[in-house]
């Protein structure tokens, strides 16, 4: 979808920051991956930080109208981009 210069991961967005999914680390028989997929965390799909409690708590985000909450771990897993202004 674009560079990986101008990714960052799902983690690194601020509340209320919207970004588009580039990509998910993994491979399609990893386990996690494919549940992110599921959910539908997809490539090219608008993604939004609606929650960013402190002390490394879990970040809560909006995807395809459905609402997730996601460690770390996970949300470092997904690249995104920021769309164009």
């Keep these: 979808m674009s560079t990986s210069a101008n990714q960052t991961s799902l983690w ?10 580039a990509s ?3 491979h ?3 386990a996690t991956s494919q549940r992110l997929i599921d959910i539908g965390f997809r490539e ?3 993604v939004m930080c609606l929650l960013k409690p402190g002390f490394g ?8 109208g459905a609402t ?7 949300a470092e897993r997904i ?4 769309p164009a202004s």
């Design 57 to 64: 708590a879990p970040r809560v985000f909006a995807v395809g």
């Design 79 to 82: 690249k995104t981009i920021k």
């Design 24 to 26: 998910i680390d993994g």
């Design 12 to 21: 690194a967005l601020a509340a209320g920051d919207s970004a588009v999914i």
């Design 44 to 46: 090219g799909q608008s």
């Design 68 to 74: 997730y909450s996601l460690d770390r771990a996970t």
């Design 28 to 30: 399609a028989t990893d």
